[in-house]
């Protein structure tokens, strides 16, 4: 249609118009309305960038009119994702422009200058980054790029699936010339007929298995390489292959009295995708570069003109590099690209913190199932010799149930000729993924015998893992109900809820198509979906291989134990996210209870660095650089990555500037419950005539910081990590009281209404009751000396502007409504503009609680019946115009529970797993 909107009067005419032609389509006229209603529907938020403007020369503009784009390799591109692809048009408009975006940051590629550029471009795990590089490759090429290589992950099989998506999308043949000969076509994706392409580019390496760069297949091909037809390589992160395309590349310098040896008639691309892993230098050695990070520079350096851009959905540790080009920091932009609307990402699977059996959700999807039964099955800490188990656990036999009626079900929504993939990951030895596939074909080969024969007892089973929910489990019947009765449903127009007998019906050829495999180095298995043109059904058992870039096409199920607490490496071995159109109610992930938490706080914590950058986005003399210290200076988000990547933090500086700073966690012990309360009695009533009575509190203006100290120096806590840990708060408020700041605090006694218990505190000399709260302990994180609360928030959002002037708290509203980025109001002002624009650098908010154990505690034997309520309290601080941190050593302090670190991959051979 050419068009990003339309009416519904539009679709209704173009579908009508389309039915008169008679073709067979399994949809009927309103479906066909809905799904074209949802294409044009789908949006996607302005992404947002950090420029480092004194090094920024925009050139693109000037320069458009001279650049055929439309008839270029980005025409052909963009006409392949729409017509092709599927690609919601605002979808394109967006890549389109952000591309243009990226490019403008780079530089003018024909210009005979020497210039270099580094960017950072942050994505969401399976969202769509390869599409977003592909459309930079093709821009870069119409604009005089003459050699673009990219980097795909450390593995073979990532690297081969890249190398077939950039085989479609930009050079339009298949480099694998032997399978295009036995095919009768050597054309593919922009290459077909239909798209008419007329560019022409080259491709050092092939989309085989084995298919990556070596000098020789690069002289093989007989290219020169002073060509004016761009030349692309897609290679891996690999010791053994950098150096070979580094010599290589030697070869075609010249001498150059500056710089040894450079290439001046071609400018450089290097694209990194997966930039968190293996590029940054951990080396131990500060005098030293480890391999791939080595020859990584050395092949930027080899060009008087070269730009590199990282992608990334987990850039944490990115952002704890050294700031020097050495080290690939993204000096001159970083962009932090929002996912489309319907991408299905970590808040839509887990939240910020678990769904409890009986909790519904309007924003997460009721997807996940925690299972406790897998203990026999893979111990957490097993080794690679240990005894291997000699059955499966219930939950898995249920996913691979689930997985079969999933395929049954997409059949039965007309998805037939589609991919199918259930991932099980929780092993990296491949001793145990071999026996684990064994286990689990076994298992398949015994359901698919049961169907085929119609036995009672198999097709039972199958119906009761549709339509019954038992001990944690949600039917297929359940989910999808609970997502129609929620705003989630408007994610998928083909959710339904189906009869037993229609899916029965399908159950057959859906089990007849799928296949088991073992995916690792050594399995010689692959999962070869380009070659299943009517589409693959697997269930892939396998680690490392499948954790990091490496897409399955239409996984719908997965079984994931595997424990990692590096916050980059578990988000990005969650497979699950992406897009999972026409199927997103049929999608599961049984997973531990501890790992569906650690999502959740992985969540929390990613959401926050795309909050600091949105916010400081939105200043425009904000620079990468201050980001990246910014974020270093975060309480909360520090237990991030392998220690080896951290290692210019040495010691972290960490600032409450800015923050809303929380007590969650509380020891049970009545002694230290008695102190704190003593404690908070006592401050209370120290405090002056003058507050002011506002429902639900009292609130105190101007106490001298002195005051506030001495209640903190009284308050008993968890000797932890956690930034609410009262002697750190001290530390930083004396720190930022030598810059006249945090003075005059503002005090916020919170009292319940109609609470189920009362304590008495004396204020202006009169005895007050205080209502206490109900805060719900969190058992999983608790035990017998640890009251933990269950969402981690001791507040309501609301409460932090509760010492607001009304005109102060319109002026909020305000400031928040304009700042939105959903319709519609918001029901309370947005805590980061409270503290960061309107509170002033004097004046904090300290906010106290009493919880009431009896209602809060679980165990109702754990504190003794009549003990105080635990005092909590919360602290809304302002932005700092001076901002003194505190310094904390990383081995010491901060990494204590998160020592992995990542290998050097200067002993693999071009293959690692």
Same mark, same amino acid.
């Given at each position: 249609?050419?068009?990003?909107?339309?009416?519904?009067?539009?679709?209704?005419?173009?579908?009508?118009?389309?039915?008169?032609?008679?073709?067979?389509?399994?949809?009927?006229?309103?479906?066909?309305?809905?799904?074209?209603?949802?294409?044009?529907?789908?949006?996607? !938020?302005?992404?947002?960038?950090? #420029?480092?403007?004194?090094? $920024?020369?925009?050139?693109?503009? =000037?320069?458009?009119?001279?650049?055929?784009?439309?008839?270029g390799f980005w025409g052909n591109y963009r006409q392949y994702l729409e017509d092709e692809?599927?690609?919601?048009?605002?979808?394109?408009?967006?890549?389109?422009?952000?591309?243009? !975006?990226?490019? !403008?940051?780079?530089?003018?590629?024909?210009?005979?200058?020497? @210039?270099?550029?580094?960017?950072l471009v942050v994505g969401q795990v399976q969202s769509g980054k390869t599409a977003n590089y592909t459309g930079l490759i093709c821009k870069a090429a119409d604009a005089g790029f003459g050699l673009i290589i990219v980097m795909a992950g450390i593995h073979n099989n990532l690297r081969s699936q890249t190398q077939l998506r950039i085989d479609e999308s930009f050079l339009g043949f298949d480099t694998q010339h032997t399978r295009a000969l036995n095919q009768q076509s050597i054309k593919i994706g922009v290459g077909k007929p239909e798209f008419g392409k007329t560019n022409v580019a080259h491709s050092l390496t092939s989309s085989l298995e084995k298919g990556d760069f070596t000098q020789g297949a690069a002289n093989a091909i007989g290219l020169n390489f002073d060509t004016k037809e761009p030349i692309v390589a897609i290679i891996k992160k690999n010791p053994n292959v950098l150096r070979r395309i580094y010599h290589w590349l030697a070869a075609q310098a010249s001498d150059d009295t500056e710089l040894s040896r450079v290439i001046r008639n071609k400018s450089l691309l290097l694209i990194d995708d997966e930039a968190d892993n293996a590029s940054i230098n951990i080396s131990n050695d500060p005098e030293k570069q480890s391999s791939i990070n080595g020859w990584i520079t050395q092949i930027l350096n080899l060009f008087g003109k070269n730009a590199y851009v990282g992608y990334t959905a987990t850039p944490f540790a990115?952002?704890?590099?050294?700031?020097?080009?050495?080290?690939?920091?993204?000096?001159?932009?970083? %962009?932090?690209?929002?996912?489309?609307?319907?991408?299905?990402?970590?808040?839509? @699977?887990?939240?910020?913190?678990?769904?409890?059996e009986d909790e519904t959700s309007d924003s997460v999807l009721p997807i996940v199932t925690r299972i406790d039964d897998y203990g026999d099955f893979v111990p957490d800490k097993h080794k690679k010799d240990d005894q291997l188990p000699s059955s499966l656990p219930e939950s898995l036999k249920k996913a691979i149930r689930c997985f079969i009626?999933?395929?049954?079900?997409?059949?039965?929504?007309?998805?037939t000729n589609v991919h199918n993939s259930m991932l099980v990951h929780v092993s990296r030895f491949k001793r145990w993924q071999d026996h684990i596939a064994e286990l689990v074909s076994n298992q398949f080969n015994y359901y698919r015998r049961g169907i085929d024969q119609n036995d009672h007892v198999v097709i039972k089973e199958f119906k009761q893992t549709y339509d019954q929910d038992e001990n944690g489990y949600k039917s297929f019947v359940s989910v999808s109900q609970q997502i129609i009765d929620s705003e989630l449903k408007s994610l998928d127009s083909q959710i339904q809820i189906h009869k037993w007998s229609e899916v029965l019906q399908h159950l057959n050829d859906a089990v007849s198509r799928i296949k088991v495999k073992s995916i690792h180095g050594g399995s010689g298995e692959a999962l070869d979906y380009f070659d299943h043109k009517n589409g693959l059904s697997v269930i892939a058992v396998g680690g490392n291989k499948l954790?990091?870039?490496?897409?399955?096409?239409?996984?719908?199920?997965?079984?994931?134990?595997?424990?990692? %607490?590096?916050?980059?490496?578990?988000? /990005?071995?969650?497979?699950?996210?992406?897009?999972?159109?026409?199927?997103?109610?049929?999608?599961?992930?049984?997973?531990?209870r501890e790992l569906n938490e650690w999502f959740c706080h992985i969540t929390q914590a990613s959401e926050e660095l795309r909050e600091e950058f949105d916010y400081m986005s939105n200043d425009a003399g904000s620079t990468p650089e201050q980001y990246a210290l910014k974020v270093r200076t975060h309480p909360g988000v520090l237990q991030i990555s392998a220690a080896n990547k951290m290692r210019s933090a040495t010691t972290v500086q960490i600032s409450w500037a800015g923050r809303l700073v929380e007590s969650y966690?509380?020891?049970?012990?009545?002694? @230290?419950?008695?102190?704190?309360?003593?404690?908070? /009695?006592?401050?209370?009533?120290?405090?002056?005539?003058?507050y002011v009575s506002k429902p639900n509190t009292f609130v105190w203006y101007d106490i001298p910081a002195d005051q506030v100290i001495n209640f903190f120096e009284g308050i008993q806590s968890v000797e932890n990590l956690k930034?609410?840990?009262?002697?750190?708060?001290?530390?930083?408020?004396?720190?930022?009281?030598?810059? $006249?700041?945090?003075?005059?605090?503002?005090?916020?006694?919170?009292?319940?209404?109609?609470?189920?218990?009362?304590?008495?505190? =004396?204020?202006?000399?009169?005895?007050?009751?205080?209502?206490?709260w109900k805060r719900t302990e969190d058992e999983k994180n608790s035990n017998e000396q640890i009251y933990y609360l269950r969402k981690s928030h001791i507040i309501s959002p609301s409460d932090e502007f509760i010492d607001f002037s009304p005109e102060e708290e319109s002026r909020a509203m305000e400031l928040t409504n304009l700042s939105r980025k959903k319709e519609g109001e918001a029901t309370y002002p947005?805590?980061?503009?409270?503290?960061?624009?309107?509170?002033?650098?004097?004046?904090?908010?300290?906010?106290?609680?009493?919880? !009431?154990?009896?209602?809060?505690?679980?165990?109702?034997?754990? #504190?003794?019946?009549?003990?105080?309520?635990? #005092?909590?309290?919360?602290?809304?601080?302002?932005?700092?115009?001076?901002?003194?941190?505190?310094?904390y050593a990383v081995n010491e302090e901060l990494l204590d529970r998160f020592d992995v670190t990542e290998e050097d991959f200067e002993d693999y051979g071009d293959e690692q797993d």
């Open positions: 249609m050419g068009k990003t909107s339309v009416t519904i009067q539009e679709i209704e005419n173009a579908v009508d118009t389309f039915l008169k032609m008679g073709l067979p389509i399994p949809d009927s006229r309103q479906m066909l309305i809905r799904k074209i209603e949802e294409l044009f529907t789908i949006s996607q !938020d302005e992404w947002r960038s950090i #420029v480092k403007k004194e090094e $920024n020369n925009p050139w693109l503009d =000037e320069k458009k009119g001279s650049i055929d784009f439309s008839n692809k599927g690609f919601a048009p605002e979808i394109v408009d967006r890549l389109n422009d952000l591309t243009n !975006d990226i490019l !403008d940051n780079l530089f003018d590629p024909t210009l005979k200058i020497k @210039v270099n550029k580094k960017g990115n952002i704890f590099i050294p700031l020097d080009d050495q080290n690939l920091f993204p000096r001159n932009f970083i %962009k932090n690209i929002p996912a489309p609307s319907n991408y299905i990402g970590p808040e839509k @699977v887990f939240g910020f913190s678990p769904l409890e009626i999933t395929c049954a079900i997409r059949r039965l929504r007309g998805q954790s990091r870039g490496l897409t399955l096409e239409g996984l719908s199920i997965s079984y994931y134990l595997r424990a990692s %607490k590096m916050y980059d490496t578990l988000m /990005q071995m969650g497979r699950w996210f992406g897009y999972r159109g026409g199927y997103i109610d049929l999608c599961r992930l049984f997973t531990s966690e509380f020891k049970k012990d009545p002694s @230290v419950i008695d102190s704190n309360f003593g404690s908070t /009695q006592k401050f209370i009533s120290t405090l002056p005539s003058n930034r609410a840990e009262p002697r750190k708060l001290i530390q930083f408020i004396s720190a930022q009281l030598r810059n $006249n700041e945090l003075t005059a605090w503002r005090i916020a006694l919170m009292s319940k209404p109609n609470a189920k218990n009362y304590s008495q505190f =004396e204020v202006d000399g009169n005895n007050i009751p205080i209502g206490q947005n805590g980061q503009l409270v503290r960061n624009v309107l509170r002033d650098p004097k004046n904090p908010l300290l906010l106290i609680y009493l919880l !009431d154990q009896e209602e809060s505690i679980k165990d109702k034997t754990a #504190v003794p019946k009549g003990t105080n309520p635990f #005092v909590g309290y919360a602290i809304s601080f302002p932005k700092s115009n001076f901002n003194a941190p505190v310094s």
